[in-house]
């Protein structure tokens, strides 16, 4: 096939990238074996080893520890790790060593890194507003852990990367303008064609494991739609198209939760515990 620099190429040539990127992936993933996200079902590709993602999730939560300043606060400490560990309690991984910490900083984001290490910035904590709402954070984090989204992310950067080097072998004797459009067009393509799309359906179910979480843990999972609609309302600046996004919409967010809600229902009627929206997160101060 003869690859030229017109416009009218451009299409075509993406969407042959996009294929051999989805298509590289899939075959990564049936020989890498049938793994599967614990809850949703849902077969991944990893090619990292679980313990591996934690012993690096444990190095980086050592370098963040360092690097950031840890609330003083105790109300916030003692209500997170609370939280924390009623999600904990629901998650089926014992063998993680959970640990909470809230995080002086005006960003509203929250993490897990692999292994169970839990942080909360303390700008996230104006849109939680209750136990609830800090549920509805602390169990998608949660989700993202224990469905190994970290591992999942890594061995789709190296499949892209064995795509842009199977590549570079077959054309290493077109001419390097040639090689150029085709290697950008791929990481490109990649990128916004499957990368992201990942990315994207990892928040979601990320979401939907969190939903859950919350639910079983003994919170309301009624509250989960209500944050997102508040996060979207509360965040500042235009958000960037979802194509472009790590990240689904907030409004998507909240409409899919809406769906899930009568399983999620179920399973809080059924807690150990109903706590409903729990306390209010106190003032700071």
């Not at 469905?147 to 890594?154: I, L, N, P, Q």
């Given at each position: 096939?003869?690859?030229?620099?017109?416009?009218?190429?451009?299409?075509?040539?993406?969407?042959?990238?996009?294929?051999?990127?989805?298509?590289?992936?899939?075959?990564?993933?049936?020989?890498?074996?049938?793994?599967?996200?614990?809850?949703?079902?849902?077969?991944?590709?990893?090619?990292?080893?679980?313990?591996?993602?934690n012993e690096m999730g444990?190095?980086?939560?050592?370098?963040?520890?360092?690097?950031?300043?840890?609330?003083?606060?105790?109300?916030?400490?003692?209500?997170?790790?609370?939280?924390?560990?009623?999600?904990?309690?629901?998650?089926?991984?014992?063998?993680?060593?959970?640990?909470?910490?809230?995080?002086?900083?005006?960003?509203?984001?929250?993490?897990?890194?692999?292994?169970?290490?839990?942080?909360?910035?303390?700008?996230?904590?104006?849109?939680?507003r209750d136990e609830a709402?800090?549920?509805?954070?602390?169990?998608?984090?949660?989700?993202?852990?224990?469905?190994?989204?970290?591992?999942?992310?890594?061995?789709?950067?190296?499949?892209?990367?064995?795509?842009?080097?199977?590549?570079?072998?077959?054309?290493?004797?077109?001419?390097?303008?040639?090689?150029?459009?085709?290697?950008?067009?791929?990481?490109?393509?990649?990128?916004?064609?499957?990368?992201?799309?990942?990315?994207?359906?990892?928040?979601?179910?990320?979401?939907?494991?969190?939903?859950?979480?919350?639910?079983?843990?003994?919170?309301?999972?009624?509250?989960?739609?209500?944050?997102?609609?508040?996060?979207?309302?509360?965040?500042?600046?235009?958000?960037?198209?979802?194509?472009?996004?790590?990240?689904?919409?907030?409004?998507?967010?909240?409409?899919?939760?809406?769906?899930?809600?009568?399983?999620?229902?179920?399973?809080?009627?059924?807690?150990?515990?109903?706590?409903?929206?729990?306390?209010?997160?106190?003032?700071?101060?």
């Amino acid at each position: 096939m003869k690859i030229v620099s017109s416009p009218a190429s451009v299409p075509s040539l993406l969407l042959a990238c996009v294929l051999l990127a989805g298509s590289l992936i899939g075959l990564l993933s049936m020989i890498s074996g049938c793994q599967t996200v614990p809850m949703t079902e849902r077969r991944q590709l990893l090619l990292t080893s679980e313990q591996r993602e934690n012993e690096m999730g444990l190095q980086a939560w050592g370098e963040i520890l360092k690097d950031e300043k840890v609330s003083a606060n105790k109300a916030w400490e003692q209500m997170v790790r609370r939280v924390g560990q009623r999600i904990a309690a629901v998650a089926g991984r014992s063998d993680f060593q959970w640990e909470f910490q809230v995080i002086e900083s005006d960003t509203m984001n929250a993490f897990c890194l692999p292994g169970g290490k839990v942080a909360i910035y303390t700008g996230i904590l104006p849109v939680c507003r209750d136990e609830a709402g800090l549920a509805v954070v602390m169990s998608h984090e949660v989700g993202h852990a224990i469905a190994r989204h970290g591992g999942e992310r890594m061995s789709y950067q190296t499949a892209q990367n064995l795509g842009k080097t199977a590549i570079g072998m077959v054309m290493q004797n077109q001419e390097e303008q040639k090689q150029q459009i085709v290697l950008t067009a791929y990481g490109a393509a990649s990128q916004y064609g499957v990368i992201l799309p990942y990315s994207r359906r990892h928040e979601l179910e990320a979401d939907e494991i969190g939903l859950q979480l919350m639910a079983e843990a003994g919170y309301d999972p009624s509250v989960a739609p209500e944050f997102w609609e508040r996060f979207s309302s509360m965040k500042q600046g235009d958000a960037p198209m979802e194509f472009l996004s790590t990240h689904p919409s907030d409004a998507r967010r909240a409409a899919a939760l809406r769906e899930l809600l009568p399983s999620a229902m179920n399973a809080y009627k059924s807690a150990a515990e109903q706590y409903g929206s729990g306390e209010e997160i106190p003032a700071a101060g």
